[in-house]
């Protein structure tokens, strides 16, 4: 500390100790806004935590998080886009990048990404966020109250749950089957909430490769809710984070393409494609919608430094061929885990392989439960959460329990060994 | 799109035209959360732009916004630090980063810019943001309900002022002097606030070379204000952006540091110190609060290869040197105004000489108003903006007119010609 004289010194230690001792007759707890408490902290990634305090029999394997694989992330290829975006003579890259982000790279993802529209959206139907997640939050301050009501898929991504909640918004679930959200449960639960006085303002789903379930909505239920949502006037978000990452020879069209680019807004992001570390994301939707979220962005917005090394990676032509070889890569991981538990399993679960992805979800048997059997995995020496964090009343609401497996980040040598440590899981708690 | 047969494709169309049907009869405005009705968008960097429609008569040298030196950025340091930080042989700088951001950063952060407390703060009183105006709306989020009321300078960072308006919260002004803060007016305040029914839960300040006005707060003020709020039971939240940029030979304590770390928050930030475009600050507090801000953490983090290229620079040793240059850059940038404005600007203003950061406040003589000057100004090829965006009320509120003119990221040769220009309009405005 500055200090002129010894006189001072003491003096100023005396204020300090008489502000510690002011502060040390209060609770931090108590000055918590009301709209965060009774929330919790923690993201799909803490998950591989979910464990502690259990004792494992041998290094775990993780199969918790969404994260893509640690083996392939072209960190040369990176770093050379950062060395040309740095070799600009102006002061651009470090400078405030503006509320919407590097116009170039939000070109460029409009070209990549929405690449299924009739016409090409530009860069004014972007904004770039901090992820998906930090999309799916600007989607909420620009469409959202307190009390109001979001319509969801039981299960889903419990981050978004959590966000959701944070913005005090109700998540009214709806079920899904083999091909995406139910439209009739989807009709009926608009039908009482407007019966009961509230007005749902939005649907959020994930209909590609949906986390955590894997599933992909048809073609025709596709169209169906768009017009659905069209006709009752309620904005569809839909969170494309896994879109790229198909298995099949293309990807189905986004909904925003399915409905003309009106009443839905797409959550997407990097993290998936490339690396959840760069936590570079965006928010698609008609430029009228993306203007009137400005009000709502009090960050100054995110890096261009990183927004002009992505361009850069993406024109370098670097890009889509690294996101052809990862398709392989997650394939040939989905296809080893299916393998090693397709037979051995018959007596504890079900699955329906997706078609692209990060995700298994095993449906459990009668009589299995999905936390005993991540605590099994984990004495097992694997790590893989429940299904039922993933729903918005923290229960599998008339599902069958479950346990999501995530095979993207698990290296390709250790897939068959997860796979067998799940299924000793599940024999031991089987077994009782 | 992904098609099958032409028949496919035509449906697709026709449901496509139907969602635009029912969407062109609905105003997306309509659709506006009511938090966001009202607000405006736009950051202190747009204020460059307040003189579009006006003709300039030549180039306009730019004085408005608090941006670096673009000469003197380190790019090739923050390439190499990029390149150690990717030189690692796991996925770390490329996986999430986690909530608080990465540790060694955090901790880093400690002993550079908390160094005046009497224990340097460890990597748990820190979490890391989109820059400071991120950790300004986490520390919102975390302590304020709609409603509630933050009492602030004025004029204060316009930036800060949005923010809390996004939150809907009351911002309740208190005038400063040549010492910063006026207690006098902020007990009163309080005082009146509470015979109202009305609880104020923060003070806002920026006690350090203070934006817009430059005014340091003396080390007496610092006490008597911390221990103020102490007694009231208020938290303060101190933006430093500017601390480090002292051109004296030390910068005065943190009201943190003078605390003893109880209640006072912190939000600091690299913008001023390296580049606006790192977009990475951070919130400092007691670990009891930053653990009951992670539940409003929606984001997923921020970029942990940014924290690990920020890391390296600071730990290689060229970090504080740099800053250190800076201080020199920026001291003679200011010296050369103050010496083109001081006699010449007699009739038209006066001004306090700042002891560090970015900016010189003009108070302007009585009849000549901000708006007219910047107008002029624009004409005459300056842009910077009027005191009036930066008071809560948007007038001055019994000060002087006044605009602000930051000498940061003019080049040092433009520095003088820039001040002359602000003569010629302040004289054009006063000759009518």
Same mark, same amino acid.
């Given at each position: 500390?500055?200090?002129?004289?010894?006189?001072?010194?003491?003096?100023?230690?005396?204020?300090?100790?008489?502000?510690?001792?002011?502060?040390?007759?209060?609770?931090?707890?108590?000055?918590?806004?009301?709209?965060?408490?009774?929330?919790?902290?923690?993201?799909?990634?803490?998950?591989?935590?979910?464990?502690?305090?259990?004792?494992?029999?041998?290094?775990?394997?993780?199969?918790?998080?969404?994260?893509?694989?640690?083996?392939?992330?072209?960190?040369?290829?990176?770093?050379?886009?950062?060395?040309?975006?740095?070799?600009?003579?102006?002061?651009?890259?470090?400078?405030?990048?503006?509320?919407?982000?590097?116009?170039?790279?939000?070109?460029?993802?409009?070209?990549?990404?929405?690449?299924?529209?009739?016409?090409?959206?530009?860069?004014?139907?972007?904004?770039?966020?901090?992820?998906?997640?930090?999309?799916?939050?600007?989607?909420?301050?620009?469409?959202?109250?307190?009390?109001?009501?979001?319509?969801?898929?039981?299960?889903?991504?419990?981050?978004?749950?959590?966000?959701?909640?944070?913005?005090?918004?109700?998540?009214?679930?709806?079920?899904?089957?083999?091909?995406?959200?139910?439209?009739?449960?989807?009709? $009926?639960?608009? !039908?009482? @909430?407007? #019966?009961?006085? *509230?007005?749902?303002?939005?649907? /959020?789903?994930?209909? +590609?490769?949906?986390?955590?379930?894997?599933?992909?909505?048809?073609?025709?239920?596709?169209?169906?809710?768009?017009?659905?949502?069209?006709?009752?006037?309620?904005?569809?978000?839909?969170?494309?984070?896994?879109?790229?990452?198909?298995?099949?020879?293309?990807?189905?069209?986004?909904?925003?393409?399915?409905?003309?680019?009106?009443?839905?807004?797409?959550?997407?992001?990097?993290?998936?494609?490339?690396?959840?570390?760069?936590?570079?994301?965006?928010?698609?939707?008609?430029?009228?919608?993306?203007?009137?979220?400005?009000?709502?962005?009090?960050?100054?917005?995110?890096?261009?430094?990183?927004?002009?090394?992505?361009?850069?990676?993406?024109?370098?032509?670097?890009?889509?061929?690294?996101?052809?070889?990862?398709?392989?890569?997650?394939? $040939?991981?989905? !296809?080893? @885990?299916? #393998?090693?538990? *397709?037979?051995?399993?018959?007596? /504890?679960?079900?699955? +329906?392989?997706?078609?692209?992805?990060?995700?298994?979800?095993?449906?459990?048997?009668?009589?299995?439960?999905?936390?005993?059997?991540?605590?099994?995995?984990?004495?097992?020496?694997?790590?893989?959460?429940?299904?039922?964090?993933?729903?918005?009343?923290?229960?599998?609401?008339?599902?069958?329990?479950?346990?999501?497996?995530?095979?993207?980040?698990?290296?390709?040598?250790?897939?068959?060994?997860?796979?067998?440590?799940?299924?000793?899981?599940?024999?031991?708690?089987?077994?009782?």
């Amino acid at each position: 500390m500055t200090t002129e004289t010894p006189d001072l010194e003491a003096e100023l230690q005396a204020v300090a100790a008489r502000c510690a001792a002011r502060w040390n007759d209060r609770d931090p707890a108590g000055f918590q806004s009301a709209r965060l408490r009774g929330l919790t902290a923690g993201s799909m990634t803490d998950w591989g935590l979910a464990g502690s305090g259990v004792k494992s029999k041998r290094p775990p394997i993780s199969m918790a998080g969404g994260i893509p694989d640690a083996a392939s992330q072209p960190k040369q290829g990176l770093l050379r886009a950062m060395e040309r975006a740095l070799d600009v003579p102006d002061d651009g890259p470090l400078v405030y990048g503006g509320p919407l982000g590097y116009e170039p790279l939000r070109a460029e993802i409009g070209k990549y990404f929405a690449r299924d529209h009739a016409e090409i959206p530009g860069a004014d139907h972007f904004i770039l966020t901090n992820g998906a997640a930090g999309a799916i939050d600007m989607a909420a301050t620009l469409l959202l109250d307190r009390g109001d009501v979001v319509i969801a898929e039981m299960p889903t991504f419990a981050g978004s749950l959590r966000t959701f909640r944070g913005h005090g918004v109700e998540v009214a679930g709806v079920h899904l089957d083999d091909e995406g959200m139910r439209l009739d449960q989807l009709e $009926a639960r608009i !039908a009482q @909430l407007r #019966a009961d006085g *509230r007005a749902p303002k939005l649907i /959020y789903t994930i209909p +590609t490769y949906h986390n955590p379930t894997g599933v992909t909505m048809s073609l025709q239920r596709r169209a169906d809710l768009v017009e659905l949502a069209a006709r009752e006037g309620i904005h569809i978000l839909e969170d494309t984070a896994y879109n790229e990452l198909f298995f099949t020879p293309e990807r189905p069209p986004t909904l925003s393409a399915v409905a003309g680019g009106r009443g839905v807004l797409t959550a997407g992001t990097f993290s998936k494609v490339i690396a959840t570390g760069l936590r570079i994301g965006w928010l698609q939707a008609e430029p009228a919608l993306i203007e009137l979220l400005l009000p709502g962005r009090f960050d100054m917005g995110n890096s261009p430094l990183l927004h002009r090394m992505l361009h850069e990676y993406m024109v370098s032509g670097e890009f889509a061929p690294h996101v052809e070889r990862m398709r392989g890569v997650y394939a $040939a991981k989905l !296809a080893a @885990l299916a #393998a090693t538990l *397709r037979d051995a399993g018959e007596p /504890y679960f079900e699955f +329906t392989q997706p078609e692209g992805g990060f995700f298994l979800w095993l449906r459990l048997r009668d009589g299995l439960r999905g936390r005993d059997v991540q605590r099994a995995g984990f004495e097992e020496g694997a790590i893989f959460p429940p299904g039922v964090g993933f729903y918005p009343g923290g229960d599998p609401d008339g599902d069958p329990e479950a346990v999501r497996l995530a095979y993207s980040w698990t290296s390709a040598a250790d897939i068959a060994a997860g796979g067998e440590r799940v299924l000793a899981a599940c024999a031991r708690v089987a077994g009782g």
